[in-house]
């Protein structure tokens, strides 16, 4: 398995600022990806991190408010902008190495909250 | 648009099999089938996945319908820690995992 670490754990943040949350693996990795879970709900794709080149988003989300950046195979950032009470979420970050198997690792998530 | 359908609740007594349903009727040629499971404030955590043949792991038994139209994730001696979220994802390779809605399992005394 990958092992993956996720920063901040949790924060609490005032609306209108921005947070960028931090996905660290110990293992290169094939894929990465973004996943929101708001309270009580199941996980939703955000987007595709893609390294070198700018992230594939999923309908509903896009770039100015969840900029994406995966400098390297093992790296990758989040961040939520300009955030309001609706952002309070937890994020997910994923990761997959496809040259070893095909399940799909997940850190221990973000709780984001917005006041 | 949701490939799998699932109970949204399940019970299970403690030390007895659990068995979750799923159904994926569209699943395609090249879908696999994958279920995560989620404690509660928790990352997903793998749990199994299959193609067409029945698998076993440690943790689970997947059974595949010969059809592949649904798909059972058998816990073969459930505890209290298996009360969780289940989720089963029909996906192929290269592609990203999409969650449903999940059967939540309680597992009681």
């Known amino acids: 398995s990958a092992v993956i670490s996720q920063k901040p754990s949790r924060d609490i943040c005032q609306r209108g600022t921005s947070l960028t949350i931090q996905c660290q693996v110990d293992s290169q990795v094939t894929m990465m990806f973004w996943y929101r879970q708001q309270p009580g709900q199941s996980l939703t794709l955000i987007a595709t991190?893609?390294?070198?080149?700018?992230?594939?988003?999923e309908s509903g989300f896009v770039i100015d408010k969840f900029p994406i950046s995966r400098p390297n195979l093992t790296f990758s950032t989040l961040t939520v902008s300009n955030m309001s009470p609706e952002d309070s979420s937890i994020y997910l970050c994923?990761?997959?190495?496809?040259?070893?198997?095909?399940?799909?690792?997940f850190g221990q998530g973000t709780r984001l909250t917005v006041v | 648009d949701a490939k799998t359908t699932q109970p949204p609740s399940m019970d299970c007594a403690e030390g007895r099999a659990a068995n979750l349903p799923c159904n994926h009727s569209t699943i395609s040629g090249n879908e696999y089938v994958y279920w995560y499971r989620q404690i509660h404030s928790q990352g997903p955590q793998y749990i199994i996945h299959?193609?067409?043949n029945n698998e076993t792991n440690e943790m689970a038994s997947l059974i595949i319908t010969e059809d592949r139209k649904s798909s059972t994730l058998i816990l073969p001696h459930a505890t209290l820690r298996d009360t969780a979220v289940y989720y089963c994802i029909v996906r192929a390779t290269l592609e990203s995992m999409r969650f449903g809605a999940g059967t939540r399992l309680t597992v009681k005394p």
């Open positions: 994923s990761v997959e190495r496809l040259a070893v198997g095909l399940e799909a690792f």
């Open positions: 299959g193609l067409k």
């Open positions: 991190a893609n390294q070198g080149s700018e992230a594939t988003y």
